[in-house]
């Protein structure tokens, strides 16, 4: 069976970092894009960066310059390094991955868990 599993959130005071960690793990074929989202109290969840399997990104207006996402093709992970956090960046972040479990069909989308970012003022 194919899971994500994240790692890393936690606390953190404004203009702090973290990083976080997603790591595919099961029987697969491939991955295309990954990505993170996050979702905060009362909102929508909403993308916050992804990247293709050849290494291209794509960010959110509101964490252009501070987010960095990169991928270890090697060890099916998807990182997000976040710094100069805000309060706003509270949230639960979701990794998600475009996963084909054998060649000849079309891949399907998983989640992980969630974890949580809390970031005090």
């Known amino acids: 069976q194919v899971q994500l599993v994240e790692s890393g959130g936690g606390l953190v005071q404004a203009g702090g970092s973290l990083r976080l960690s997603c790591a595919a793990s099961g029987k697969f074929y491939s991955i295309n894009a990954m990505g993170w989202y996050r979702q905060a109290p009362g909102k929508q969840r909403e993308l916050v960066a992804d990247i293709t399997s050849g290494g291209s990104t794509n960010y959110a207006d509101s964490v252009k310059g501070r987010f960095t996402i990169s991928r270890d093709n090697a060890k099916n992970t998807v990182y997000l390094q976040m710094n100069s956090l805000k309060p706003e960046d509270t949230a639960v972040y979701y990794c998600?991955?475009?996963?084909?479990?054998?060649?000849?069909?079309?891949?399907?989308?998983?989640w992980g868990q969630g974890t949580q970012v809390t970031v005090s003022s």
């Open positions: 998600n991955a475009e996963i084909r479990r054998i060649a000849i069909v079309y891949p399907d989308l998983y």
